[in-house]
């Protein structure tokens, strides 16, 4: 079953065990006693500093210094003074302890839970956490802290709190799955601290898995597979050997800079969705981000996300990596924002969508651009881009409405990054074709081969059924590219490419032959290109794009490709 977005990568085999939290209810009983019900509570909260202190101290062995340190914030909740002092005054008022200690707690966790920055809404779940823990000894039905593994095992639940995590026994867990959380999720962050493979997000597998029985948890697609036989047990071992040998064989390439054997370097961006998705890419060591979407800002909010909650988001991606490629919205074809009013369009893709939608809603677009120049201060390089510009017209309007955000910014003495590099989108047949005249204008290009193919080939990306279309190794294609890339050059204008193509390790190579500056693509791809543009010169590499453009369709591309590959590495 396909269940889960991958949180953390590999491959792994167990029984399922669910770690399951009761549902604790509260007594109704009056509160007969002031000073009983406050040592009772005295009492839970004494119980569960000492649970945490003994789990802390059995995590020491597994975590580094961050993960110590959620364990300390909530030993430090757990004895604030501030909610100490409003549960007692509860109970002076009358209700029992585990009534008094759940109003004072409900009342911090929705006051995080209201609050605009992602990390303080996020320490909502750790009050929860203690919460629970402090309830469940008041109740009387203290949480079971170790699960006594003794075989290899998946843990599932809803949700895991670092507690739960803290308590496992590593011997025998193999994997985490999660019906809740995202790949920022306490869960996400210790499976990737670990090393250990992990689905969130995975919805109602509590209901669809058997504890008990064994599965192999496919966390490289998203999958489970219940009671495999022999042989794909076999063919997944061999997968998770291979990709620990990859994986350990590939780490000397982390920091170093992409370069071909004989010294051209040829940067390996990341592209990403949120500043979220750093902790992803961080492992894989890009040189940058040479994609970044912001649509899932504006689409992850019921409202438009305001002036600071978006400087907020940029600002985390500008300072962590000196090079950010960041695209403006891209919304329109199958991505709508429910606050925007969007006309219902026959053919979506070929609509209001990208640049042309953020300029016909001109302040919605001044924001966006005035929340980067501001969010940029301080950030040598960062680099806006448009997205689906067709007609040269469009790509002025653009500039012209940065031009208006700037001098609104200079009028209302705001600081700002002054120091911003232009660019487009080429993922348009007419404005590959027109590459030259909008080299002329901008500082860069990034092909968006995903949209480029689509509308090139007339092919939907997302129709299998014209997917013999959809071919990234089609020649035309890659002719096309070619184009687009010696005509950037004329201006000396950088290209890159950010579409799915850049990081398939064969096309790449090709690209990087044409003159390609720069390759933005999935984090995972980006080690195993850099190891082999490391083995193979430049002039290797112009020689297989010739070769390549010389071919008709995207068969002879492949051939071509394989052979001269294996006369090479
Ligand atoms: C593309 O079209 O290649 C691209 C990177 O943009 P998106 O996939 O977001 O449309
Ligand atoms: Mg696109």
Known sequence: MNIGTVASKGIAVGKVVVLDRPTLTIPKHENQDVALEKETFKEAITRSVENLTAIKAKMADHFDDEHMAIMDAHLQMLQDPEIRSQTHDLIDQGKNAAQAYETVTNTFIAMFEAMEDDYFRARAADIQDIQYRVLAHLIGTPLKDATLLDEDTLIAAHDLTPSDTATLD?????GFITEVGGVTSHTAIMARALGIPALVGAKEALSKLNPGEVYVLDALEGKLIASPDEATLASYKEKAEQLLREKQRLQKFKDQVTKTRDGH?????????????????????????????????????????????????????FEAYDTVIVRTLDIGGDKNLP?????????????????????????????????????????????IMFPMVALEQELDAAIEVLEEVKSDLDQANEPYQKNVKIGIMIEIPAAALNAERLASKVDFFSIGSNDLIQYTYAADRMNEAVGYLYQPFDATLLRLIKHVIDSAHKHNTEVGVCGEMGGDLWLALVLAGMGIDELSMQPSSILPIREALSKLDLKQLQELSERVLACHDSDSVKRTIQETLATLI
């Open 170 to 174: 590593y011997r025998f867990v193999k």
């Open 339 to 383: 606050y925007l009013q969007q006309a219902k369009e026959d053919n979506p893709f070929l609509g209001l969508r990208a640049l042309r939608l953020t300029l016909k809603e001109r302040e919605l677009f001044k924001t966006q651009l005035k929340a980067l120049l501001i969010g940029g201060k301080g950030s040598p390089h960062i680099h």
């Open 265 to 317: 370097a040829l940067p390996l961006f990341a592209n990403i969705g949120s500043p979220d998705d750093l902790a992803l890419v961080e492992p894989h060591g890009a040189e940058g981000i040479g994609l970044y979407r912001t649509e899932f800002l504006f689409m992850n909010e019921k409202t438009m996300p305001s002036l600071q909650k978006q400087i907020d988001a940029y600002q985390k991606v």
